[in-house]
């Protein structure tokens, strides 16, 4: 069985910086997919990043895109979300989501993901 934590949310002020961790059991992150979505209250929930099975990162170019950054510590089996320059529109609850191998057009596809964790809570102060 596939579980998926995610830790590191927090409360910070605008301009800070946070580091989202997503450690896995019952799965190794250098296989499939990996991404990180966020949900806004109110919001639906929307992609933030993926990285694939290659290391290969995918960001959500219209909002995240230059202030965070994905990476994988394949020793820890672990997904590191770096965020920097972080705003009030980024307060949200991030989750961490596994799944298989897939192309970048659909990689921003919440639907293609089969694991998903409990979510870590990041609000940004103004």
């Known amino acids: 069985q596939v579980q998926l934590v995610e830790s590191g949310g927090g409360l910070v002020q605008a301009g800070g910086s946070l580091r989202l961790s997503c450690a896995a059991s019952g799965r190794t992150f250098g296989s499939g997919t990996t991404g990180w979505f966020r949900q806004s209250p109110g919001k639906e929930r929307e992609f933030v990043a993926a990285i694939a099975w290659n290391g290969a990162p995918t960001y959500n170019a219209g909002s995240v895109k230059g202030r965070f950054t994905i990476s994988r510590d394949v020793a820890k089996n672990m997904v590191i979300l770096q965020m920097n320059s972080l705003a009030p529109e980024d307060t949200a609850v991030y989750y961490c989501?596994?799944?298989?191998?897939?192309?970048?057009?659909?990689?921003?596809?919440?639907?293609?993901?089969?694991?998903w964790g409990q979510g870590t809570q990041v609000t940004v102060s103004s």
């Open positions: 989501a596994a799944g298989p191998t897939m192309g970048t057009l659909v990689i921003s596809d919440q639907k293609r993901y089969d694991y």
